[in-house]
């Protein structure tokens, strides 16, 4: 008989065992749910972060259209426009300097003619 309590004894010890290695296992699993749970939240985050950042890139490359078209707008009208309009009061002081010059020559036309016209009246008296 000892045999069979020796017997007996070992299930039950390892029966111990093996209700020990259960409630670890449920504590890893346990534990594992928890890291499972925040992993989800992370990916939750992560897809929100993702989500932005494709929102934030369709802005950046409207941004950069728009800063294409500015550039192309300035080289193509802008510029050539400014260059028109340099010429044209380029040109305005030209002729401005002509009117100034024949300004002058008409001032010393009219003191002529007054000298001119005293000259007469001193002849005629």
């Known amino acids: 008989m000892g045999k069979v309590f020796d017997l007996q004894e070992a299930f039950t010890s390892l029966n111990h065992r093996l209700d020990s290695i259960d409630q670890r296992l449920d504590g890893i ?36 259209k728009n800063v294409q078209i500015i550039r192309m707008t300035l080289e193509n009208e802008t510029n050539p426009n400014i260059c028109i309009v340099a010429e044209g009061h380029l040109d305005l002081s030209r002729k401005l300097d002509k009117v100034i010059s024949q300004e002058e020559d008409y001032e010393v036309m009219r003191i002529r003619v007054n000298h001119l016209e005293s000259e007469m009246e001193k002849l005629r008296a």
């Open 29 to 64: 699993e346990h534990r594992l749910d928890g890291v499972e749970h925040r992993l989800d939240r992370v990916e939750s985050r992560l897809d929100g972060v993702e989500h932005r950042l494709d929102a934030l890139e369709t802005r950046v490359d409207n941004l950069e």
